[in-house]
T-cell receptor
Framework: ELKVEQNPLFLSMQEGKNYTIYCNYSTTSDRLYWYRQDPGKSLESLFVLLSNGAVKQEGRLMASLDTKARLSTLHITAAVHDLSATYFCAVDGMDSNYQLIWGAGTKLIIKP | EPEVTQTPSHQVTQMGQEVILRCVPISNHLYFYWYRQILGQKVEFLVSFYNNEISEKSEIFDDQFSVERPDGSNFTLKIRSTKLEDSAMYFC???????????FGPGTRLTVT
């Protein structure tokens, strides 16, 4: 059974600080996705990582993928309040119709 | 920018009633998915649909659930006899054939009383 584990599940931090969210998964999938969700809202795609060593950056967020370690990281640089949200990683199964299996989410609160 | 739309945004129903949740995919997308998210919990896969048939379904997607594409544009999820535990946010997602990224609709909040 494919499992996706995120940590931490909750993160409260000050503006201006750096931090990393970790996502471990249990299969040999090469594809990993990061989504953002604001309270009561839909899921916004942040990054699609399609191969080992993939690194993508958008503003203060940078995501990377190590398929050998089955690990992805989402790094936040100099956090600002607007980045407060819940961040989910997801993996699609190798033998599936690419449906997404999700981590539990990391609720990020950034205090001014 | 094209987007996935869902209706209704919020549905309140009594236990045992049938509900139909509707999704309009992005026009040239061929793969469709339903996911649900119980309040405060993670997103769970329900079913995937391609070429007018179910391609995969999860354990959650039992005989009470069904999907169809009745008119070539809408993609619907039907729950035949709702239970209290069906209360959740239901998201439709779609993607192109050659692109892995899924695009999500705004969701339908289903409340079963």
């Amino acid at each position: 059974e494919l499992k996706v584990e995120q940590n931490p599940l909750f993160l409260s931090m000050q503006e201006g600080k750096n931090y990393t969210i970790y996502c471990n998964y249990s299969t040999t999938s090469d594809r990993l996705y990061w989504y953002r969700q604001d309270p009561g809202k839909s899921l916004e795609s942040l990054f699609v990582l399609l191969s080992n060593g993939a690194v993508k950056q958008e503003g203060r967020l940078m995501a990377s993928l190590d398929t050998k370690a089955r690990l992805s990281t989402l790094h936040i640089t100099a956090a600002v309040h607007d980045l407060s949200a819940t961040y989910f990683c997801a993996v699609d199964g190798m033998d599936s119709n690419y449906q997404l299996i999700w981590g539990a989410g990391t609720k990020l609160i950034i205090k001014p | 920018e094209p987007e996935v739309t869902q209706t209704p945004s919020h549905q309140v129903t009594q236990m045992g009633q049938e509900v139909i949740l509707r999704c309009v995919p992005i026009s040239n997308h061929l793969y469709f998915y339903w996911y649900r998210q119980i309040l405060g919990q993670k997103v769970e896969f329900l079913v995937s649909f391609y070429n007018n048939e179910i391609s995969e379904k999860s354990e959650i997607f039992d005989d009470q659930f069904s999907v169809e594409r009745p008119d070539g544009s809408n993609f619907t999820l039907k729950i035949r006899s709702t239970k209290l535990e069906d209360s959740a946010m239901y998201f439709c997602a779609t993607r192109l054939a050659e692109v892995y990224e899924q695009y999500f609709g705004p969701g339908t909040r289903l409340t079963v009383t």
